[in-house]
Every structure is written in structure tokens, then in C-alpha cells.
């Protein structure tokens, strides 16, 4: 009977077709499992072992193609259900052996707490096995405690479990899914991948860990198709974080995507660690987004932290200590390198030579003159070494190879009615500033980080229909650094910025940092540096220091009650409430210490010291705090069933968010509905729809509330029956479309723009001697509203032999109703032009495209690997944001409209002559009886601009769009993985291209004060260097400002690079060797982290990544790890 059953089923499935000669047998059982919707359960070593088949058949049963793959083999399969399970030809599964040396009790779960009966546990290695009882319960006999028991079942992945010293072992059994069955997180809610129809890309937390980086948002770059992640703070502890993009730039205003951290908009991604994290996805399409409404318009990240699942508790412990430094230090030039550098650039101005060659010989060889035998010849090198010193400040204040420690310990597990995920970790970033001991100074100034996270999320089944949870996620941090000195309270950044500057540009022949005792001065203090107002040993010693402390605390509670008995199948009900709060305090030590200058006479080679700054204090103490909070509520309706081959899927979504932004500020509100229906047809057809209506704070009454529309629509191509011959070759064949309007709410940093700005204070009135007056500000405009962005995207995936996966996305979206300024309305009577109220009324077009490929192959049982790249690429035009026409003596007419968001402007080089400079004075003088520059004259040896209006003068008239935008216009990601046994190996490369920034500023010039000069200032230009046709990389040096000094294709300069973002090297210890360990995993690994970058900059001691020239520096590390699964 249950061969007729079996026989009957069979026949209920497709009909396949199959032709293959010495094939695999896996591979064609893969086509049958394709062609007739049925699952596969099987031991990876049975079909490696198996012999070669070679068949033809056309329009066949299921059971017909299964005998003859199985003919003459030594296995055999059974049809349960809508699963082929394949079995040993000799496989039974008899009674417990009379003899019982050792009985393994437990139990059986599915990843929902479920008992399941039936289970399959086998010794492994034997053909001795028994069968889970209805509650999951199980009972069998092995001879020795090393023995592994494997648990199989329908439709599970297979799982091997070693025996505990109790003996007793729970074990959670996962569904067996295809990559086209994963389940996708979208927005509210989950899909599975095959029915996904908007544009969504995600990434697991296996590869975010991969990187050491202190900020979640940078371990992100490159790794999903469509997201920019362009580190900002460069390495500095505390603020190493990243600026995000999705699909690049559509408006002025704001351009950072939604963050959701388990369904909750949140900005906190810094701060998450990657081992809290399941999985990422970004949102890019209307079809995605459109249920956020009118805050969906750049895009959403999704956060999805772990949870537990019902087992046995499982302990995790993983330490990471890794030694940081700047990916790129300017190169030591030496004390002579500087003298004889502006001697040159003095030359070059025609003035008189600052140093002689008397002097140079002295910096060259300061002992000359001393006699070794002296008794002082000691103390007389210490004296002349620190009168002619060769100082090297970046190495000196600098340090490399700084410690960073991450420890994480975690817990998962729970039972059928409650299950965990907890986890804390602690975090230790050091910063590279190579400051002095606290017990020296009494106070610390070096710069480091300290977090700790915690996250605990719950999850408790009251009954089987109803569950509950609570997800808690918070973090301290305290970081410290240099304090502003008489700045307290100053921005940080600004600090540390202007400590790198000081840092790169205090000269080489500067003496100190600190005073040669016995001249009539304290010993140690701090040496005036030569024309700085301060040293950048003061900023980072003797200022005193800045500590801050931040905390946060992230809380949602919930339940969700199934109503599938109670109402209709496929109901459900789905309420949240979440509670954050974050504080921060500071607290600034600042003082100031007397500030001498040495005074040195080289003729005679004496020194002395007079005092610079006589201001003197003691260590001052300044505290400050802010604190704030956000409450966000959801209620949600949801419903899924299935009719037949019909599967409909609804949501509807309730929402507002409350939130504070600086504390005593009035709090924003958002409030709004969501909407979804999904359908599709047999996994072949599929349609969805999201609506988004949404209500905001940040404008008028009337104009408070939007409605953001978008649909979608899929094909399954390779689900259809016309398609199933050519299904072993291409696996996966999808199309979709999606259209739709998402909002932008986002105005800059002001707030109620519908109102007018009205100030008090000031005025007329108040220089009268009459009170404060009220002054007008910017003029209010009621008729604001919402940005929309109208979205058009276009997809295709293909998958060829269940092994290479290929997605290519088009998309297109036009961003109107840009809020700006109004550029071609005169100024009112009486009401200054910045006062005229802004407007909805610029539009920008976003155009792109993106490509994901991966590849997946297991070449034998102990080696496999993985390739996965990924490219995206987008352009953005202004198409208007009235601005005045320019008239027709410019160049270009316009400098926004018909141009890309953050495009460059500069001079163009003339280089019709080889190299763009003046090469002689008749050179010169040829070119100025034409033209003139309008910012000065220009030297021999300076740039040639182009007159591109030909009016004879070069001025801003001249100015043009010179390369591409601030924004990069194209990211690539390639990951690289292989699997050998034990051992792993993976590189991940991330990189941009179509960016640039303009770099003339001072960390570049070679002008500054007294000069400062780096590697490529050692090959300017010069008449002798030029004559002899050696390598020219910068203008004719100079000690004044000259022509060179402004924005130009020169110091506009491409950031295009690939960067080597991780390298790692792994080992999983053997199953024998956790034995005797007692653990279930240990894995130990080496790596490295922004371990090399290719670029085009002219800069060698700039990293691509920094935006400024003066930034704390991006760094790289090394790194060594264990993690432990116990």
C-alpha cells in the first residue's frame, strides 16, 4: 500500500526530462529536484563516491528518472512527502544494540521549539540508529564516548553532534532551503528571495566580522551593490565613522539613508558590533522604500540583530587584538632637504638666499669642529645635535603599531518556550599620538576608546499562537584625548585637525620639543616652534585633556498574536513599543604653561631663550552634558495564506516617532501608514504594492501629510513548465520591474521654515539706547512640503548550474520639489536676498546601474570556494535650481544647472606645450603680450591656464567643471574565499572611482609660513631639472602666494583606488582535536585590514579616503583572533 501511495505522488509531480552522459550523479538528482519542486536529503561523501550516469529521457515520472540514475549504483532513495531521501542500499535502522556500553539521551527540535518525531540519528559510521519519538525524545547506545551521533530528517539539513560528558544532548534541526528559498529581510517583515521584487541587497554577519574596524558602518564598504561608504574621522578613536550613500546623490539637502535596527529608525550604526548583527539589507527601489514614506527617499539600511533559538545553551568567546597605523605618513625630509628647498624657492621669487652654504654644512655635519677626546665632547654633541637639529615631528609624534582589543562573549539557546540571544562586548581603540606618560603629567592626553555593548534579546512563547519579546541594546563609550588647550569646548574635530597640520608642517629645523636645561630656563618646558602659534608637543602634552563619556540605550517591547483559529487563516497581529535614550557628558582640563623660544646664533653657535607666551595656569576643570530620547510606536496587521498555487501575503502598519535632537529643543514627530499586498501565482508570477502615507512636523498644516505610492511586478521564468529542458543550465532565470513615489522630509539643518524667523535682540533700538529691537529674519513660506522622488527600476537574475548567480539592476529616478533658495528673484524693498523664504522647486535626475555576481563550487569533500563581486555605478544632473544665467562672456553660463551634484570647479592647464608650465621667459612673455591673469602674474616655471572665453584676461570667467564630484560615481566590492579542510583564506578589495577633491589648500601648498615641504616639492620645477628632461611633479616653489596656489586640474585630483580592506588567514581545529578540548569549535585566524591601496593621487602621504589634507589619517592594522564555541 505504501508503495502504491508512493507510487501515486510520484505521479502527481512534473514530468522530467534529462539528458546527461558521465555526469555526476549529484548534478542530476540537482536537475530532478529543479524539475519536480522536490527536496533532497543526502550525505555529501554517498554522491561523491557514486558512479558516473548516463541517461536519456523525455517527459518521464519522478520515480521512472530516479531508477534509472540509481541503476547499478549503491544507494537507493525513498519518496517521503516532497522530499527524496537517499539512503545506503544497506542502511537500517534497527533496535538498540543488546549491548549498550553508553545510552545518549535527548530531544529533537525544529528552529521554532517544535518536537520533531522521526528524527533519523545514526552513529556516524555505522549503520546503528534509532527514530525520535513524538515529543522529540530519542534514546541510543554507542560504544565509546568519542562517538559523533547524525541527525537527519525531511526537508532539515543534516546535523553531526559530539556526545557531552552528561551525556545528553538537545539538537535544533534548520529547514533545508535553496539559495532562491533564503529568506530576505525587508521592510516590516521578510520575504522569501525567490518572491523579492524590488531592488534589495543583503550581507550576513560572517562577512561584516571579517573586518576589524571600530565602526560598523565602515566594515560595510563595498559589499553591498548600491551602498557608498566612504570613511570619515579617518582612525581616530571615537570618531571613526563612515559617510553613506545609496545609489550616490539626489538633492542638495539631506542624502543619508533610513537606518531601521531591528524595525526602528535609529542612527547608532557606528556603534553596533558586527557580532551582535544576523544580517544587513539596503532598500534601493520605490518598491522597497515606499512604505517609509516621506523618510524613504535615499534609501533604508536594515539591521537585523541575532536571536536565539531553542537548544541547548550554546557559549561563544572570541578575543581580536589588533595594532594599528596610518595607512600613510609623509616622508622624512631632512633639515638640509628644507634649507636647500627654500633657498630654491627664494631663487624662484628673485630674492635674497635665506640660508648660506656655511650654514647648510653645519646642519650637514653639526659636530664639525669638536674634539672626540674633550671631556665634554658628550655633553657638546647633546648641545649641538638640539642647535642643528634634523627633526623628524610626524615620526616623533606619532606612533605606530597601536594595540586595539575586542573581547566578545556570548550566550544563545532557550527552550520551547523561551529563547536567547545575549551578548556584551568590550572594545579598545588606541589612538597614534604618541603623547607623554600620566605620571608625568598627573592627567592623561593620549588619545583612545573605550566601549562596552551589550545586547539581550528575548523571545517568550506565552501560548502557540501568541509570543512576546524584548530586544535590549546598549552601549557606553568613553574617549579621550588632548584637551583644545585655551579652546575648551571647541570643536574636537577642529582640534585634531589642527594638531595634524601642526604636526606635518612644524619645520625639521625647529629646536626643542622642549627646553636644554641649564640656560637659565626650567628643564623640559615647552620650545616656541619658529612661527606656529603653537606645537603641536604643546596640544598634545601640556594643554591638558578632553574626556567624553556617551551612552545609549536602545529598548523595544512586543508580542504578536497569530489569529489563524481564532478568525481567518494566515492572520496575525503585531504591536511594538520602543523606548531610547542617550546622554553624553564631557569634561575639559585645560591649562597653559609659559612658552619659551630658542634663539640660536649660528655664527657663533650659542644659544639662549626668551620667553614667547608668559600666560601660565593651572589645570582648569569645564563639565558639560546633554541628554535625549526618542519613543517609537508600531501596531501592524498582517496576513499570509495560500490558495491552491495562489499565495497572498497584506500588511498594514501604524507608526510615529517622537525624538529629541538636542535637549530643550522642541522634539520632532513623524507619524504615518504603511500598506503592502503581495501575490504571486506558483512562484512563477508575482506582484506587490506598498504604500506609504506619512505626516511631518517640518511643514505647514496643509501640506503636513503625503501619500507615497509604488508597485512591482516579478517573472519566474525558470519556474515555468515550457522552461524546465534547459533548467540544469540556467537554475534561476528572474524578472522584475518596480515604479513608484518615495518622500524626502529632510530640509538641512533648519526647522518650521513655514514660519518666519524672528529674532530679538540688536536692531536699531538697541544702539539708540532704547532696548532690544526685533529683527526680520528668513521669511517664512507655507506652501513648503516633502521632496518626491519618482522611481523606475528594472532587474534581471540568472543562475547557471545552481553555481553562478548574476543580478543586473537599471534605475532611474528624477528628484523633484528640491528645497532651495530662489537665485533669479531680485531682493525685496528693504528684505536682504538670504531672507527671501526657500522653495520647492529644484530637480535633479539619478541614472545608474548595478551588477552582483557570485560563483559557489565544491570541487571535493575538503576544498571549496567562493567568488563574489559586485559593481555600481550612478550620475546625477541638476535640471534646475534656478540660478541666474551667467552672461555670455563666461565660460560656462551656468554652474549647477547641467551639472552633477559636488562637481569640482577650477583653471584648466594649458598643456599644448608638453607640461603646462612656463618653461622659459620667452615663453612667458609670449604668452602674457595676449593674455593676463586676473588673481596676479605669473613666474617662470608656474602653470598656464587656458583663456577658455578668449578675452584676453584669465579670471573666474574662466572657471570649468574640471573631473568628477565629491561623491564617488562608481564602487566595486570583490570577495574572495576558499575552503581546504580546516583551513580558510579570504581577501575581500573594495574600491571608487569617478571622485575628486580639490586639495589646494594647506596641507598641500609649500608656501606656508616659513614652508613646508613634502616628497613630490623635492622634484618642482626648476630651469636646470626641466633642461634636462627629469620628472617634474609640482609648479616652480615659491615663499609667497603665487598663480599656482587655487583650485586647477592640478590640485583637483582623482581619489579613484582599490583598496585591499581585508585579508585573513583561518583554522577551524579538527573534530578530534575539539575532543579532546572539550569544546564544540575553536577557530584561530590571522588578518589584515586596509592592508594596501592603489590610487592616483599626486600625494604620497595622503590616503584617498581622507577628504581633507589635514584630517586625522585613515589607518590599517594587523590582527590576531581566537574565537571559541563552547
Not at 385 to 395: E, F, L
Not at 482 to 490: I, L, N
Not at 860 to 875: I, P, Q, R, T, W
Amino acid at each position: 500500500m505504501i508503495a502504491a501511495c508512493l507510487q501515486i505522488q510520484a505521479k502527481g509531480y512534473s514530468q522530467i526530462t534529462l539528458s546527461a552522459r558521465n555526469a555526476s550523479l549529484e548534478s542530476v538528482l540537482t536537475q530532478i529536484k529543479k524539475q519536480s519542486g522536490l527536496h533532497l536529503v543526502y550525505r555529501d561523501e554517498w554522491l561523491q563516491d557514486a558512479g558516473k550516469v548516463t541517461v536519456q529521457l523525455s517527459n518521464v515520472s519522478v520515480q521512472e528518472a530516479l531508477n534509472a540514475c540509481f541503476k547499478d549504483q549503491a544507494l537507493t532513495y525513498e519518496l517521503i512527502n516532497k522530499t527524496i531521501v537517499i539512503k545506503k542500499t544497506n542502511a537500517v535502522f534497527p533496535p538498540a544494540a543488546a549491548q549498550q556500553d553508553i545510552i545518549v539521551t535527548g530531544k529533537v527540535y525544529d528552529d521554532k521549539g517544535n518536537p520533531l518525531a522521526n528524527v533519523s540519528i545514526v552513529v556516524k559510521g555505522s549503520t546503528k540508529g534509532v527514530s525520535s519519538a513524538a515529543d522529540g525524545s530519542f534514546s541510543i547506545s554507542v560504544s565509546n564516548q568519542s562517538a559523533v551521533l547524525v541527525f537527519s530528517y525531511v526537508g532539515m539539513e543534516i546535523k553531526e553532534a559530539f556526545i557531552p560528558a552528561n551525556r545528553n544532548i538537545n539538537v535544533v534541526l534548520t529547514p533545508l532551503v535553496s539559495a532562491m528559498e533564503d529568506v530576505v529581510v525587508v521592510a516590516y517583515g521578510s520575504q522569501k528571495k525567490i518572491t523579492v521584487t524590488g531592488a534589495v541587497s543583503t550581507v550576513n554577519s560572517e562577512q561584516l566580522k571579517q573586518s576589524s574596524s571600530a565602526s560598523l558602518a565602515n566594515a560595510l564598504a563595498g559589499r553591498l551593490s548600491g551602498l557608498t561608504a566612504i570613511q570619515s574621522g579617518g582612525g581616530q578613536p571615537g570618531r571613526d565613522d563612515a559617510t553613506l550613500y545609496l545609489r550616490g546623490a539626489a538633492t542638495v539637502n539631506g542624502n543619508s539613508p533610513l537606518i531601521l535596527i531591528d524595525g526602528v529608525p535609529r542612527d547608532n550604526i557606528r556603534t553596533i558590533d558586527p557580532n551582535e548583527v544576523a544580517s544587513i539589507s539596503i532598500l534601493k527601489d520605490a518598491s522597497a522604500t515606499a512604505v517609509f514614506g516621506v523618510r524613504g527617499a535615499n534609501g533604508v539600511i536594515l539591521i537585523t540583530t541575532k536571536r536565539g533559538t531553542p537548544g541547548k545553551a550554546q557559549l561563544t568567546a572570541s578575543v581580536d587584538q589588533s595594532f594599528s597605523s596610518f595607512t600613510r605618513e609623509p616622508e622624512w625630509l631632512h633639515s638640509v632637504d628644507y634649507l636647500k628647498l627654500r633657498n630654491e624657492a627664494a631663487k624662484n621669487d628673485g630674492i635674497a638666499i635665506p640660508y648660506s652654504d656655511e650654514l647648510i654644512s653645519k646642519f650637514e655635519n653639526p659636530l664639525q669642529g669638536l674634539d672626540p677626546n674633550a671631556p665634554d665632547y658628550a655633553e657638546q654633541v647633546a648641545y649641538r645635535n638640539y642647535i642643528y637639529p634634523d627633526h623628524y615631528w610626524y615620526g616623533e609624534l606619532i606612533k605606530k603599531n597601536t594595540p586595539q582589543t575586542r573581547v566578545n562573549i556570548g550566550v544563545t539557546g532557550g527552550t520551547s518556550k523561551l529563547s536567547y540571544f545575549v551578548n556584551g562586548v568590550y572594545l579598545h581603540q588606541g589612538g597614534n599620538l604618541n603623547t607623554e606618560p600620566k605620571s608625568k603629567l598627573g592627567y592623561d592626553p593620549s588619545s583612545w576608546m573605550d566601549r562596552y555593548n551589550f545586547r539581550a534579546n528575548l523571545d517568550y512563547k506565552v501560548s502557540p499562537s501568541f509570543k512576546a519579546f524584548l530586544n535590549i541594546g546598549s552601549y557606553i563609550e568613553k574617549v579621550n584625548m588632548p584637551s583644545a588647550g585655551t579652546y575648551p569646548g571647541y570643536d574636537t574635530k577642529w582640534m585634531m585637525t589642527d594638531l595634524i597640520y601642526q604636526t606635518q608642517t612644524i619645520l625639521p629645523i625647529t629646536p626643542g620639543p622642549t627646553t636644554l636645561g641649564g640656560y637659565g630656563v626650567p628643564e623640559d618646558a615647552v620650545v616656541y616652534p619658529t612661527y606656529l602659534d603653537r606645537t603641536a608637543f604643546e596640544i598634545m602634552n601640556r594643554q591638558g585633556f578632553r574626556n567624553e563619556m556617551r551612552s545609549n540605550l536602545n529598548t523595544s517591547l512586543g508580542a504578536e498574536w497569530d489569529l489563524s483559529k481564532l478568525v481567518i487563516p494566515g492572520l496575525s497581529v503585531k504591536g511594538m513599543i520602543s523606548y531610547d535614550a542617550k546622554a553624553t557628558s564631557a569634561m575639559d582640563g585645560y591649562k597653559n604653561e609659559r612658552l619659551y623660544a630658542a634663539q640660536v646664533n649660528y655664527e657663533t653657535n650659542e644659544l639662549s631663550y626668551a620667553v614667547q607666551r608668559n600666560a601660565e595656569s593651572f589645570l582648569n576643570i569645564l563639565k558639560g552634558y546633554d541628554s535625549r530620547y526618542n519613543i517609537n510606536m508600531q501596531a501592524s496587521v498582517n496576513y499570509q495564506n495560500s490558495f491552491g498555487k495562489h499565495n497572498v501575503g497584506a500588511l498594514v502598519l501604524g507608526q510615529r516617532d517622537y525624538w529629541e535632537t538636542t535637549a530643550g529643543e522642541i522634539p520632532y514627530n513623524v507619524i504615518g501608514l504603511a500598506g503592502r499586498v503581495t501575490y504571486d501565482y506558483d512562484k512563477r508570477y508575482l506582484a506587490e504594492v506598498n504604500l506609504g502615507y506619512n505626516g511631518s512636523e517640518q511643514f505647514a498644516p496643509a501640506n503636513r501629510y503625503g501619500f507615497f505610492p509604488a508597485a512591482s511586478v516579478g517573472w519566474v521564468i525558470s519556474n515555468e513548465p515550457f522552461f524546465q529542458s534547459l533548467s540544469y543550465t540556467v537554475s534561476n532565470l528572474k524578472l522584475r520591474a518596480s515604479y513608484g513615489k518615495v518622500g524626502n522630509d529632510k530640509i538641512g539643518s533648519s526647522r518650521f521654515l513655514y514660519l518666519d524667523n524672528i529674532t530679538v535682540g540688536g536692531g536699531p533700538l538697541s544702539t539708540l539706547g532704547r532696548g532690544q529691537g526685533i529683527n526680520q529674519g528668513l521669511l517664512g513660506n507655507p506652501a513648503l512640503s516633502w521632496e518626491v522622488a519618482t522611481k523606475q527600476n528594472y532587474g534581471v537574475e540568472v543562475g547557471l548550474f545552481n553555481e553562478l548567480n548574476i543580478s543586473f539592476d537599471y534605475f532611474f529616478e528624477k528628484r523633484t520639489d528640491i528645497l532651495i533658495s530662489r537665485g533669479t528673484v531680485p531682493a525685496l524693498q528693504g528684505v536682504p536676498l538670504g531672507n527671501i523664504p526657500k522653495v520647492n522647486m529644484g530637480i535633479v535626475d539619478n541614472r545608474g546601474y548595478e551588477i552582483e555576481v557570485s560563483y559557489n563550487k565544491r570541487l571535493s569533500k575538503n576544498f571549496s570556494f567562493m567568488v563574489k563581486g559586485n559593481l555600481g555605478y550612478n550620475h546625477n544632473t541638476v535640471k534646475f535650481y534656478d540660478e541666474p544665467i551667467s552672461d555670455d562672456s563666461y565660460a560656462y553660463r551656468y554652474r549647477t544647472t547641467g551639472f552633477s551634484l559636488g562637481q569640482a570647479w577650477g583653471y584648466k592647464i594649458d598643456y599644448s606645450n608638453g607640461n603646462g608650465y612656463f618653461n622659459s621667459q620667452q615663453e612667458l612673455d609670449a604668452y602674457l603680450a595676449k593674455t593676463t591673469y586676473g588673481f596676479g602674474t605669473p613666474r617662470v616655471g608656474d602653470f598656464v591656464y587656458q583663456d577658455l572665453n578668449g578675452d584676453g584676461i584669465v579670471n573666474d570667467k574662466d572657471l570649468a567643471p574640471i573631473k568628477y564630484t565629491s561623491i564617488p560615481g562608481q564602487i566595486y566590492g570583490l570577495l574572495l574565499q576558499v575552503n581546504y579542510k580546516g583551513f580558510e583564506f579570504s581577501s575581500f578589495f573594495q574600491g571608487v572611482s569617478k571622485y575628486s577633491t580639490n586639495y589646494a589648500n594647506q596641507g598641500v601648498y609649500e608656501n606656508i609660513k616659513l614652508g613646508t615641504y613634502y616628497s613630490y616639492h623635492t622634484t618642482a620645477w626648476t630651469p636646470e631639472r626641466y633642461a634636462a628632461g627629469e620628472k617634474i611633479t609640482y609648479p616652480a616653489l615659491s615663499t609667497n602666494t603665487t598663480t599656482n596656489h587655487r583650485a586647477n586640474d592640478f590640485f583637483i585630483m582623482d581619489r579613484s583606488f582599490i583598496r585591499l580592506k581585508n585579508i585573513e588567514l583561518a583554522y577551524n581545529f579538527t573534530p578530534s582535536l575539539l575532543k579532546t578540548l572539550r569544546v564544540q569549535g575553536v577557530r584561530t585566524y590571522i588578518s589584515a585590514y586596509n592592508f594596501f591601496t592603489w590610487d592616483k593621487l599626486k600625494l604620497d602621504h595622503l590616503d584617498p579616503e581622507n577628504s581633507e589634507s589635514l584630517g586625522y589619517p585613515v589607518t590599517k592594522s594587523l590582527n590576531f583572533g581566537v574565537n571559541i564555541t563552547f
